[in-house]
């Protein structure tokens, strides 16, 4: 079975710092995807980054950056100098392989993140 | 162009009454998916179209959840004789390609919140 735990309810840092999300996954799949999504006060979900199990790169792109360890089943997600624009709660998700492509996506239980000015 | 739509986007519903909520997807794509997310968790996956074939719904809770998706593109998820464990928001999500795995970015609807009294 397939299992993404985000250990983190609640994070608050001031404006400018940096802040680490973190997300642990389980699953038993040698091929599988991982993403990040925002969920701003709004309620939509917005795509942040997918990103495959055997590309272990690190990616940046603008102040956010993932650290993908296979080693240890983590896929944190790091904001630089954050903005009062980054709260939001943040959901991490593996996908589960079914046929015809379906992704059908498991989530974790997400990080309310507060960015206080 | 536009996302993806959802209305509508508050239903109120006493215990036992039946409610329908719709999702449009994006143009064209051929994946639709619903999730459910209850209060201070992350969306779980309830089910799947490929066009018009209903490919996965072992996530439904009960056979009182019903979807469909006639013509591949308008979903209609309905909900028979309410519970009120049935509150929550539902989530409709589309993806452009549905025979690739891995390559179907979801773009998610702003959801519906369902609260059943």
């Known amino acids: 079975a397939q299992k993404v735990t985000q250990a983190q309810t609640e994070i608050s840092v001031v404006e400018k710092e940096d802040v680490t999300l973190d997300c642990v996954y389980e699953t038993r799949d040698t091929t599988y995807y991982l993403f990040w999504y925002k969920q701003p006060p709004s309620g939509e979900l917005v795509f942040l980054i997918r990103r495959n199990s055997f590309d272990e790169q690190n990616e940046i792109s603008g102040r956010y950056s993932w650290n993908f360890q296979k080693s240890t089943s983590s896929f944190n997600f790091t904001i630089t100098a954050s903005q009062v624009v980054d709260s939001a709660v943040y959901f991490c998700?593996?996908?589960?392989?079914?046929?015809?492509?379906?992704?059908?996506?498991?989530f974790g239980t997400g990080t309310r993140l507060t960015i206080i000015p | 162009g536009a996302g993806v739509s959802q209305s509508p986007r508050y239903k109120v519903a006493k215990r036992g009454q039946d409610v329908a909520l719709r999702c449009d997807p994006i143009?064209?794509?051929?994946?639709l998916f619903w999730y459910q997310q209850a209060l201070g968790q992350g969306p779980e996956f309830l089910t799947y179209f490929q066009n018009e074939a209903q490919l996965d719904k072992s996530g439904l809770p009960s056979d009182r959840f019903f979807a469909e998706r006639p013509e591949g593109s308008v979903s209609t998820l309905k909900i028979q004789r309410t519970q009120k464990e049935d509150s929550a928001v539902y989530l409709c999500?589309?993806?452009?390609?549905?025979?690739?795995?891995?390559?179907?970015?979801?773009?998610f609807g702003p959801g519906t919140r369902l609260t059943v009294t």
């Open positions: 143009s064209g794509h051929v994946s």
């Open positions: 998700a593996l996908s589960e392989p079914v046929n015809f492509g379906n992704e059908k996506l498991t």
């Open positions: 999500a589309s993806s452009l390609v549905g025979w690739n795995r891995g390559l179907g970015e979801q773009y």
